[in-house]
């Protein structure tokens, strides 16, 4: 059985120090003098925890082991309850390496294998991992089963030298698709609405530094000063603009540098970031689906975003944004483009089947309980804004405006067909999505009918694909023609179906 790497020991206390910081600042710094009991006894309670968190950490670099025979690895965790998973390479969907500022110190990487497996197994993370031992582990996972035992003998140093040539080799295999160029960036700094980031930052720094302030009686007349000059507040303005144009910028060229999709002809591979480093890899075969999502603001500046959609959850959560998107900021003719050479299996279809005006009818009429809820809730609360009495009406007015706004735009974007053997679909209102998947993915369809749709003629088509969690897409208010067109088309799947599919 094999250690992780020693350092995993100060990784988990660096975690631990950078998710705990803001409540030690609270708690220490900006309300070291207050009485208050929970304040009082929170203090006790974060060192103890802190404490416990560490000696826990420690303890469990013990216990913590792995191994790998005959294809499977055996991973063993738990200070207190043992627990071991037993995680064959087959179950193996996706692959992420990522790397810190903390790892790029060290000369390390981290390293997960993502599953198709439920709870604790979902995942097999290697928080810190030299990168000759990464490159190693990925070649472990992806060797054909024959060359197994040969490798299982291979000694560590040996190891450098054959990832090197793998990795020689795999380079050769890619093709580049799209590598952003710094236009591209600057665009997505203004779609993704980076510079509003200021804003969170301002106000948590005012609020660190609020305690070391004069008391604010004495900075009240400036205050004034500044509000009776017109000059004054135009200058103040500016700044402040450029300054979160700067942060943005900034932001989206950290998350998006060296941004590179790519692929062989069996993966494909994601790599993204100047500071923290992520590569994402997976199998073309694993892949369920294509999603394309258009919000509002892209809409407007025609963008999307491509996800891929797998069997596997991808371990997003230390991540700024998800590992399986490709990049968020598309011109869509380029991100139909991009779609179809990773995966010439999917071809995009731009003229689809439109809704007829009864569906325009149905979304219009029928009732919306958010907003009866809303407005009962006003009605009876009555609150005042701006010193507007009536307020409560015209709070409700506005949002019945909005949710038929969102209706009647989901009318228009909502399009949908079915080819020989590939489902593809729009729909939604402020943000609308694309879903492309092929019949032999979808493991079940059904359709529903409302008292309302029965009258129209018209019904709600689901489909559900395999994905953690399971992945359900509804399209609402299609002719019950095609319903039932739609039926008899994903009877034929077994002509696509050879059981070939492993997830």
């Not at 200070?79 to 998973?85: A, G, I, P, R």
């Not at 390496?97 to 599953?115: A, M, Q, V």
């Not at 790519?262 to 369920?288: C, M, N, P, V, W």
């Not at 009429?365 to 809730?377: D, E, H, L, Y």
Request: hydrophobic share 45%.
């Amino acid at each position: 059985m094999m250690r992780y790497h020693p350092l995993i020991i100060l990784y988990r206390i660096y975690q631990l120090i950078k998710n705990g910081l803001i409540l030690g600042i609270l708690l220490f710094v900006v309300k070291r003098d207050s009485d208050f009991w929970l304040l009082e006894y929170g203090r006790y309670v974060f060192i103890v925890g802190v404490l416990l968190r560490v000696i826990y950490i420690v303890g469990s670099w013990f216990v913590e082991t792995y191994e790998w025979e005959e294809r499977t690895f055996q991973i063993k965790k738990g200070l207190f309850v043992k627990h071991t998973s037993t995680i064959p390479f087959s179950k193996i969907q996706n692959v992420t390496r990522h790397t810190t500022l903390f790892h790029k110190l060290f000369g390390l990487t981290s390293l997960t294998f993502e599953t198709a497996m439920d709870g604790d197994d979902d995942a097999i993370t290697f928080q810190v991992v030299s990168k000759q031992h990464a490159a190693f582990l990925l070649e472990l996972v992806n060797v054909e089963e024959s060359q197994v035992p040969k490798l299982e003998k291979k000694e560590q140093d040996q190891h450098e030298e054959e990832v090197n040539e793998a990795e020689n080799k795999v380079e050769t295999d890619h093709v580049i698709h799209f590598e952003p160029t710094n236009q591209d960036l600057l665009k997505a700094s203004f779609t993704s609405l980076s510079f509003l980031a200021i804003i969170p930052i301002v106000t948590g720094m005012y609020d660190f530094i609020e305690p070391l302030l004069p008391d604010s009686d004495q900075y009240q007349g400036v205050l004034y000063q500044i509000i009776n000059s017109r000059w004054l507040i135009i200058m103040l303005s500016i700044i402040a603009v450029v300054i979160a144009i700067i942060i943005g910028i900034v932001r989206t060229f950290s998350r998006y540098g060296k941004y590179r999709i790519s692929s062989s002809a069996t993966h494909i591979y994601i790599e993204r970031g100047l500071l923290d480093e992520t590569h994402f890899a997976i199998e073309k075969q694993r892949i369920q689906g294509l999603e394309i999502e258009q919000k509002l603001l892209k809409r407007i500046f025609g963008l999307a975003e491509v996800k891929l959609i797998s069997s596997a959850s991808p371990q997003s959560e230390d991540y700024a944004v998800s590992v399986n998107s490709l990049y968020p900021f598309l011109p869509i003719k380029r991100a139909y483009q991009l779609m179809e050479a990773l995966l010439p299996d999917y071809h995009v279809e731009e003229s689809m089947n439109r809704l007829t005006k009864t569906s325009l009818y149905m979304k219009l009429i029928k009732p919306s309980w958010f907003w009866i809820v809303v407005t009962a809730g006003l009605f009876y609360f009555k609150p005042t804004i701006f010193q507007i009495d009536a307020a409560w009406w015209l709070l409700s007015l506005l949002l019945l405006l909005i949710v038929i706004a969102n209706r009647i735009l989901d009318y228009l974007h909502t399009k949908y067909l079915i080819s020989d053997d590939q489902l593809q679909w729009w729909h939604g209102g402020l943000t609308s999505r694309m879903f492309i998947t092929k019949r032999r993915r979808v493991i079940e369809m059904s359709y529903s009918q409302s008292i309302l749709q029965r009258i129209f003629k018209l019904v709600s088509i689901s489909t559900m694909n395999r994905s953690t969690p399971t992945r359900i897409e509804t399209i609402n208010d299609v002719p019950l023609d095609f319903a039932q067109t739609f039926q008899h088309w994903y009877l034929q799947r077994q002509k696509d179906t050879s059981y070939q599919e492993n997830g």
